[in-house]
């Protein structure tokens, strides 16, 4: 459904978008992943007709997004960070608006404002005007012009920001319900959201892309690399030397010293190897007290940091 | 199509909600009429002086009272013009319904259009009312003067108006602050106006060229019942050409950062 071909865009010396190739398959939602400025707003507003890119290609529903860009844009409803919106007009009349530039025929318009509202819990603030909505509301009228055509292809930079949870969990949810019949992209800084509802993520950093994959795939071939974290109370150095001499551990990450005296490590395990038993033991060997001790699987986030920080350091993340 | 009308739909009911359009539509009406009042009141006391004086009044009282008056619409218009359009993308491009625009099946065309249009016709709107203290000025004249010359006068103050209004709308363009739009509109529209200040009477090439340029000396033929097809070239065209500037105006935006 969208084809994305050495897509490149450079403001003078500042490449924002760096020869990025990717496709999206019909029904499927793709996640965007990476870190602000990392290029995903750029890149959706190539993929929607708002400019033009520098060098490259993108094609969605078959027309390229350049030569065809009125024909793309028909087959498009888009989602930017800020809901562009219209204070001074009710959602309904706001709605009807986005159906008349979007091209919609107009005996079904009454039927599809209604439809947008419906899915995006919105009917009872039917008439209400834009500006004394809340910004959790706005954001789903935001979210309700992008779907109220029906379009094919369905671009949301950030659809969840702004939301309280049990609205993020419907919108999320409404997402998933929207595949199958639109293909949708999605980019966002949730990584829970990501493996939440993605079928694959893209992650994107400094304008290339740093990972293609399905979350699970990407999970799965850094489980490698496991990590064990240890809460003790024990000398910094001494702690630190003898968790690096358990035969099968790599990297130790010692923290300093909490108030309540405690100290927390990490130590990443070579794969295959299963080292928490010769931990336990060699702590409680040395007299010291072993408070806490178990396993980490490297989340997505873990994934994300370290695909997209040039620092070999990051912080410890939870499962 | 569609999208052009939805364009001006929306135009439209914005100007019914915003305080600017009301206030413009309500300086113009009071002071209008008020200079109304001033020169009817004048042309008058006038002619009464010239009767007392046993001088036969062959003063055109109507005529006079109408040329005074239009040359106060003229000025008038060129401030109110920069006023209607000073909003016009401003705040599109602050709430980020630009980028909404751009994005859907809709030609820069249909946007800039539809929003001159509806610029446009609060424009005439708010002229009409004028209308009523003419034909009751008229209606209580003996002779009665010609309506045509009325008609081709408002013709004037309308085409004067549609090429102030896309000035401003090219100069709006370019901005995201109302008050550079205003300011920038303004000055552009006066610099049409006093461009051949300099030539008055000239009959060197220049001065002719200078003379034809400016915008308001067709509305002053326009004014004396002169309908000259030069003339409507030249409001046609000016029109035209700031409406294609705005047009690729708009289109530059996609090629602007982020």
């Not at chain 1, 959602?91 to 079904?108: G, H, Q, S, W």
């Not at chain 1, 035969?247 to 080292?275: C, F, M, N, W, Y």
């Not at chain 2, 005529?63 to 705040?91: K, N």
Request: neutral net charge; hydrophobic residues 45%; proline residues 5%.
């Amino acid at each position: 459904m969208i084809e994305v071909e050495d897509l490149t865009k450079a403001y003078g010396s500042v490449t924002a978008v760096d020869h990025v190739s990717f496709t999206v398959n019909k029904g499927e939602i793709l996640g965007f992943l990476g870190p602000n400025g990392a290029g995903k707003t750029t890149t959706m507003r190539i993929l929607t007709g708002y400019m033009p890119a520098t060098s490259g290609t993108a094609r969605v529903a078959g027309f390229d997004v350049f030569e065809d860009s009125l024909e793309v844009r028909r087959h498009i409803g888009y989602l930017p960070e800020a809901p562009p919106l219209y204070p001074d007009m009710s959602v309904e009349t706001y709605l009807d608006f986005v159906l008349r530039i979007k091209n919609a025929p107009a005996e079904k318009r009454r039927s599809s404002v209604t439809e947008a509202l419906e899915k995006t819990n919105l009917v009872d603030k039917r008439k209400e005007l834009i500006k004394r909505l809340s910004r959790g509301y706005k954001q789903r009228v935001g979210l309700a012009q992008a779907l109220v055509h029906d379009p094919d292809v369905i671009i949301l930079d950030e659809p969840t920001v702004g939301l309280d949870p049990k609205q993020i969990i419907e919108v999320r949810n409404l997402i998933k319900g929207l595949a199958g019949s639109h293909t949708i992209i999605l980019s966002t800084h949730i990584l829970p959201e990501v493996s939440m509802t993605c079928d694959r993520v893209v992650i994107i950093n400094k304008g290339r892309i740093a990972a293609v994959d399905t979350p699970q795939n990407l999970t799965a071939q850094l489980k490698g690399k496991q990590k064990i974290h240890v809460d003790v109370q024990a000398p910094e150095k001494p702690l630190g030397e003898l968790l690096t001499q358990v035969p099968g551990a790599g990297r130790v990450e010692v923290s300093p010293v909490r108030a309540d005296g405690h100290l927390t490590a990490t130590v990443e395990v070579l794969p295959g190897k299963d080292i928490r038993s010769q931990i336990a033991a060699g702590i409680v060997g040395k007299g010291w007290a072993l408070y806490e001790l178990r396993r980490i699987s490297l989340s997505l986030e873990d994934i994300f940091l370290e695909l997209t920080t040039d620092d070999a350091t990051h912080a410890q993340s939870s499962n | 199509m569609r999208s052009l009308y939805a364009i001006y739909r929306k135009e439209m009911g914005h100007y019914f909600v915003s305080p600017v359009a009301y206030i413009v539509v309500a300086i113009f009406l009071a002071l209008s009429g008020f200079f109304f009042y001033l020169y009817v009141g004048a042309v008058l006391r006038q002619g009464l002086e010239m009767a007392m004086q046993g001088m036969p009044s062959e003063m055109d009282m109507p005529g006079e009272v109408m040329r005074a008056f239009f040359g106060l619409l003229s000025t008038l218009i060129l401030f109110m013009a920069p006023m209607l359009t000073m909003g016009a993308y401003a705040e599109e491009r602050k709430r980020g319904t630009m980028e909404l625009l751009m994005t859907s099946p809709i030609t820069e065309a249909q946007i800039v259009v539809g929003k001159y249009l509806a610029s446009l016709t609060l424009f005439a709107a708010m002229l009409l009312p004028t209308a009523l203290y003419v034909a009751y000025m008229c209606f209580h004249s003996d002779p009665r003067p010609r309506w045509s010359l009325i008609l081709v006068g408002y013709l004037g103050a309308l085409l004067l108006g549609a090429s102030l209004l896309a000035v401003g709308s090219f100069i709006s363009s370019l901005t995201e602050n109302q008050l550079i739009a205003f300011a920038g509109s303004f000055g552009a529209s006066l610099m049409l106006w006093v461009i051949d200040f300099s030539v008055r009477g000239a009959d060197s090439t220049l001065g002719q060229v200078l003379q034809y340029l400016s915008v308001v000396r067709h509305f002053d033929d326009f004014t004396r019942g002169i309908i000259d097809t030069s003339s409507l070239v030249y409001y046609v065209s000016l029109p035209v050409l700031f409406i294609f500037l705005t047009v690729r105006s708009v289109d530059s935006m996609r090629w602007r950062r982020a």
